[in-house]
């Protein structure tokens, strides 16, 4: 061997919703780096106003009150600490970035930022950053509420109010540079890449020009000239004025049909089925795979919020949310990412839920209580830690391994049994029927004894799970019944015994 191995392939990233800095460090250097995640989406990092009722919702860290790097999941000092940490360990941090709009303008007024800045809703005053009126689309905006009341207009959908919050004017220079140096100190402290928020809100080319001014990443960790990785968040599931493609120049695009039907398929709804999968992609009237941003669900529509509707799988419905997990990850469709959520006192009355709001574990000043990890690696405190459950990690590493393969040996039941192969690199096979499954498939993958990841893993030259194998001439059987504890298999190449 006269070449060292290759840097290792990291395709996905989590979104450690509502973690504290301190924590995410941690998980950065005993979990992520370990399983071949490529980064983490946080929370975001920037002042916000505190909301008392309902008390201390996840959705006040969508209010900003100013830029300093201040919340609820820690100061600046935990901030730069983390991002150092977790860039160490190759981990990368991804900042979820607000600057379409500021807090609510019912909010009043008084120094009840998180940090005790102080803003005057009413008079559009935030002294922090500072804006002040004129930095605001009022004046442009027509509707009589001043808040968009129709999405088939582009002109509300981007200067009109998004559920009451004061809306920022990018197309003016000095707000321009405040969001690019609030950007590039960030950068420059060492994240990766942004999630612009409620992009469909502000003009694609508004944002082009706060992107083109943003720093190389920080060269410590980066090679030299790297530039941000974005994602932008567009909702656009059709029939709006606002479309996703206007956004691509900028990056890429969170593609919300894609949790949206997956789940409908999963769920069987609209007579759908899983062998209706082999087209999945494009074909799927979903954006081209190298504009996609892909997640099965995300923190809004987990909760109702959002887009996508009851179709949408979460953590709540385990069984069917591995399968669709693992199927994003088995899949080569887009960039995608995990979510990882926290547990709430879900109360569902009439379709709606009346917690959708309730925010994160907390102790009853407010602060965020710690992440509480087990000897059995799972999450205890109310967190749900989504990707450390074994068959969402294990797909998280067969993504990384397969990554770069076109989909081979395409085969189904024409029901709800699938399987397919990534040329040579894995295997997979659901069984969303309620029936057994036993086949015999061409796998592609070369001769041997294969651990599954989902029932197990490899440790060492032994495999805690089924074993699969893999004849001389790429045969093997496989056998899923119905009830098993899971509903899928999936054998990768450097889960080889
Ligand atoms: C997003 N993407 O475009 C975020 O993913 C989403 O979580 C944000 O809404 C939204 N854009 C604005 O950044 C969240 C909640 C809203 C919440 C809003 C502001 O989904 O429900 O609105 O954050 O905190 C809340 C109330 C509204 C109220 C508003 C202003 O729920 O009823 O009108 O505050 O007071
Ligand atoms: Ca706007």
Not at 70 to 89: A, H, I, K
Not at 141 to 155: F, H, L, R, V, W
Request: neutral net charge; hydrophobic residues 35%; contains cysteine.
């Amino acid at each position: 061997q006269y070449k060292s191995s290759p840097k290792p392939v990291r395709t996905s990233i989590v979104h450690l919703f509502e973690w504290r800095w301190i924590d995410i460090a941690l998980e950065c250097e005993m979990y992520l780096s370990q399983h071949g995640f490529a980064g983490v989406q946080i929370s975001p990092p920037n002042e916000n106003l505190v909301v008392m009722n309902p008390w201390r919702p996840w959705w006040e860290r969508y209010q900003p009150v100013s830029y300093k790097l201040c919340s609820r999941s820690g100061n600046e000092s935990e901030f730069r600490d983390m991002v150092t940490r977790c860039n160490n360990v190759g981990v990368h941090i991804y900042v979820d970035v607000v600057f379409n709009h500021m807090l609510n303008s019912a909010a009043g007024s008084g120094n009840r930022g998180i940090c005790n800045s102080y803003f005057n809703a009413e008079r559009h005053d935030f002294p922090s950053v500072p804006y002040s009126r004129f930095d605001f689309n009022d004046p442009i905006c027509k509707t009589p509420s001043g808040d968009i009341e129709n999405y088939s207009d582009p002109i509300q959908v981007r200067y009109c109010r998004l559920y009451g919050l004061l809306d920022l004017s990018q197309w003016k220079d000095d707000v321009r540079s405040k969001i690019i140096d609030f950007l590039n100190h960030l950068i420059d402290l060492g994240v990766a890449g942004f999630r612009i928020d409620a992009a469909k809100h502000i003009r694609p080319e508004d944002i082009n020009v706060i992107l083109t001014k943003l720093n190389n990443l920080n060269a410590r960790w980066f090679t030299k000239g790297s530039r941000p990785f974005i994602y932008q968040e567009v909702i656009d599931l059709g029939g709006e004025a606002v479309q996703s493609s206007e956004y691509f120049r900028n990056g890429r695009v969170t593609e919300f049909k894609y949790g949206m039907q997956l789940g409908t398929v999963l769920r069987k709804w609209n007579e759908q089925k899983m062998a209706n999968l082999k087209s999945w992609g494009e074909s799927w009237h979903m954006m081209p795979s190298n504009k996609a941003f892909v997640f099965v669900d995300n923190h809004d529509n987990q909760r109702g919020h959002g887009s996508g509707g009851s179709s949408i799988l979460t953590f709540w419905n385990p069984r069917l949310y591995k399968m669709a997990v693992g199927f994003m990850l088995a899949h080569p469709y887009g960039f995608t990412r995990i979510m990882s959520s926290y547990w709430w006192p879900k109360d569902i009355q009439n379709g709606t839920d009346l917690n959708d709001w309730v925010g994160p574990p907390s102790n009853s000043d407010g602060s965020i209580k710690p992440v509480t990890i087990y000897a059995n690696e799972t999450c205890g405190n109310g967190w749900i830690c989504e990707h450390r459950w074994d068959e969402i990690r294990n797909m998280v590493i067969f993504r990384n391994v397969v990554y770069g393969e076109p989909i081979t040996n395409w085969w189904d039941n024409n029901n709800n049994q699938v399987a397919f192969g990534r040329a040579g690199k894995g295997f997979v096979v659901f069984n969303n029927d309620d029936r057994n499954l036993l086949v015999i498939l061409p796998t592609g993958l070369p001769a041997g004894v294969y651990c599954d990841v989902i029932s197990g893993r490899k440790e060492g030259k032994t495999c805690t799970g089924i074993q699969i194998h893999v004849a001389a001439n790429g045969m093997a059987r496989f056998q899923i019944n119905y009830q098993a504890k899971h509903p899928f298999i999936a054998i990768h190449v450097e889960a080889r015994l």
